[in-house]
T-cell receptor, first 114, second 112 residues
Framework: NAGVTQTPKFQVLKTGQSMTLQCAQDMNHEYMSWYRQDPGMGLRLIHYSVGAGITDQGEVPNGYNVSRSTTEDFPLRLLSAAPSQTSVYFC?????????????FGSGTQLSVL | KNQVEQSPQSLIILEGKNCTLQCNYTVSPFSNLRWYKQDTGRGPVSLTIMTFSENTKSNGRYTATLDADTKQSSLHITASQLSDSASYICVVSTGGGNKLTFGTGTQLKVEL
């Protein structure tokens, strides 16, 4: 069971570059989400999706785009990277996003923007 | 503003000893409280999920308690092992998966 798979594990960008963080899950989960984790702060929600074709903004969506064309994949796009986007990014999924469902996390992407 | 505060920030204990981590929250409305374990370089892994009506829940050597009246939770680790070294994160939900407030975690180190 692969669970939630994120690629790449590490990435270094220059300011202004664009890139896509990949996230895939093989658990047939409808709900998927992206978080960022910064030192001294709790995880913060960037974007989430409750099913293919449906996305919505979380707490810190500026500078990020998402799309959900399939149930399995939920990529996160940085259009023009900024040093403030240096962080560890986690993708997470659950069956349908209901309150008492367990949330499964990927192993993270560590992104540095120079 | 919804907040989750954890204490202590870090903790070092000897292998085999017990420890208790604390979580205080000011989140409303309350749906459930979760504890996660996050190993270095890995994503968080769920330990327990407790609803309003549950005041204790166990997962092996991990036991979580919840006092919804005082808005406090604790995670007790029994007979600690080196593999328990990790960050333990308290998370409070006000609804579905997109309504989670995360604490900053307690960094636990278990030493020989």
């Amino acid at each position: 069971n692969a669970g939630v798979t994120q690629t790449p594990k590490f990435q270094v960008l220059k300011t202004g570059q664009s890139m896509t963080l990949q996230c895939a899950q093989d658990m047939n989960h409808e709900y998927m989400s992206w978080y960022r984790q910064d030192p001294g702060m709790g995880l913060r929600l960037i974007h989430y999706s409750v099913g293919a074709g449906i996305t919505d903004q979380g707490e810190v969506p500026n500078g990020y785009n998402v799309s959900r064309s399939t149930t399995e994949d939920f990529p996160l796009r940085l259009l023009s990277a900024a040093p403030s986007q240096t962080s560890v990014y986690f993708c997470a999924s659950s069956y349908s996003g209901q309150p008492n469902e367990k949330l499964f996390f990927g192993s993270g992407t560590q992104l540095s923007v120079l | 503003k919804n907040q989750v505060e954890q204490s202590p920030q870090s903790l070092i204990i000897l292998e085999g000893k017990n420890c208790t981590l604390q979580c205080n929250y000011t989140v409303s409305p309350f749906s459930n409280l979760r504890w996660y374990k996050q190993d270095t370089g890995r994503g968080p892994v769920s330990l327990t999920i407790m609803t309003f009506s549950e005041n204790t829940k166990s997962n092996g050597r991990y036991t979580a308690t919840l006092d919804a009246d005082t808005k406090q939770s604790s995670l007790h680790i029994t007979a600690s092992q080196l593999s328990d070294s990790a960050s333990y994160i308290c998370v409070v939900s006000t609804g579905g998966g997109n309504k989670l407030t995360f604490g900053t975690g307690t960094q636990l180190k278990v030493e020989l």
